[in-house]
């Protein structure tokens, strides 16, 4: 079973910076793959960015260049540093793992408000 928690979520005026944390339990999370999801209200739930085991990272083509992801796996921890905010990046915020055998697993989300 894995466990994931989200934190670092708040207010903030567009132009600022927030960094996002999710911390997973279970001894083997550096062999997962992490995903960060968000869900505007009214809106579907959209993927953000993804970094692999080996750190590799993806970025959706919205928030290049202003989003990162990151990992430290001796935290059990992924980040996502936000730059830039946009209203548009008002959302709550989700990580995901899923695991080869099927299984998926999400957080409660942490709620990212960006005013204009």
């Known amino acids: 079973q894995v466990q994931l928690v989200e934190s670092g979520g708040g207010l903030v005026q567009a132009g600022g910076s927030l960094r996002l944390s999710c911390a997973a339990s279970g001894s083997t999370f550096s062999m997962n793959a992490i995903n960060w999801y968000r869900q505007a209200t009214g809106k579907q739930r959209e993927f953000v960015a993804h970094?692999?085991?080996?750190?590799?990272?993806r970025h959706t083509d919205s928030v290049k260049g202003r989003f990162t992801i990151s990992r430290d796996n001796a935290k059990n921890t992924v980040y996502l540093q936000m730059n830039s905010l946009q209203p548009e990046d008002t959302a709550v915020y989700y990580c995901?793992?899923?695991?080869?055998?099927?299984?998926?697993?999400w957080g409660k989300g942490t709620l990212v408000t960006v005013s204009a």
């Open positions: 970094i692999s085991s080996g750190g590799s990272t």
């Open positions: 995901n793992l899923n695991r080869p055998n099927g299984a998926t697993y």
